[in-house]
């Protein structure tokens, strides 16, 4: 039994490695996919006419914070615990989320094909338009313009800065009982989200983005960052929020369900 319980950690640790490669690999086809050609209304071009500019967060400055920071914690948390499943499944958890986040951020750019708030000066570097929109700017431009919807900083910023939020209130116990009425612990829980909130807003003050594909991306990358999350650890209110679901099940689910109950009991 012990060593068929082995090749099944096995085959699953191989599987969850493939699993985000073969992710890594698909977000990097669909960065280089045409998007869907929408048609633009006479009636809708003003949408789609504000000033070029460059980002405020650029990506330069962008990738290293999602794909490093997340990590950059984690490893501290294990440094400070050195609790190494801890540190394996904190890695599985965000890898996956920010896996699962790039592939479905650009499907549904690549549906969508909504054009971005300065499109029409990507399209006509000149500003010399034209009323069937064929396009005279550079085609790399032009591809990027068309995948508005959703917004990809948004939708990174709160899968990664998301989780880290989700994390450290785990570690702190920031939502149990041990955690109440301390604010500093929830300030370690709000300000992760708040700078993901901030990168998110500046993608309508540089006009690469409209209101809605804000807000759609914001949801959509916490939405996927918490469910990832929650694979992996338990719900933030259980006094066992700090320890990873492979840790607790290895105890025996009877020893876990007495403690529950036993905290339940002192919570009343």
């Not at 950059?72 to 965000?94: C, E, N, P, Y």
């Amino acid at each position: 039994m012990t060593g068929l319980r082995g090749v099944n950690i096995s085959i699953g640790l191989w599987f969850d490695i493939f699993l985000r490669i073969f992710l890594a690999i698909l977000f990097v086809m669909l960065e280089k996919a045409e998007p869907f050609v929408r048609k633009i209304h006479d009636d809708e071009v003003w949408l789609y006419r504000n000033p070029k500019t460059d980002s405020y967060v650029p990506t330069t400055f962008l990738w290293p914070l999602v794909f490093i920071t997340p990590f950059v914690v984690i490893t501290l948390s294990f440094l400070r615990s050195g609790d190494k499943v801890d540190l394996h499944q904190g890695s599985l958890a965000v890898s996956l989320a920010l896996g699962f986040n790039g592939v479905i951020t650009d499907m549904i750019k690549l549906i969508v094909g909504r054009p971005r708030p300065d499109f029409f000066w990507r399209c006509f570097p000149n500003g010399e338009g034209n009323s069937d929109f064929l396009c005279t700017g550079n085609p790399a431009e032009i591809r990027d313009g068309r995948k508005s919807f959703p917004s990809g900083h948004s939708s990174f910023a709160f899968a990664s800065l998301g989780f880290i939020a989700l994390y450290l209130a785990g570690k702190f116990k920031t939502f149990g009982s041990t955690g109440k009425s301390h604010s500093w612990k929830l300030c370690a829980f709000i300000l992760p989200l708040a700078f993901a909130l901030a990168i998110a807003l500046s993608r309508t003050c540089d006009y690469h983005h409209h209101w809605q594909d804000v807000a759609v991306g914001s949801f959509l990358g916490l939405l996927i960052t918490y469910l990832c999350y929650r694979h992996y650890y338990p719900p933030l209110d259980c006094h066992m929020c700090h320890r990873p679901y492979s840790i607790l099940l290895s105890q025996g689910e009877p020893e876990v369900t007495r403690q529950k109950r036993e905290e339940d009991v002192k919570w009343i």
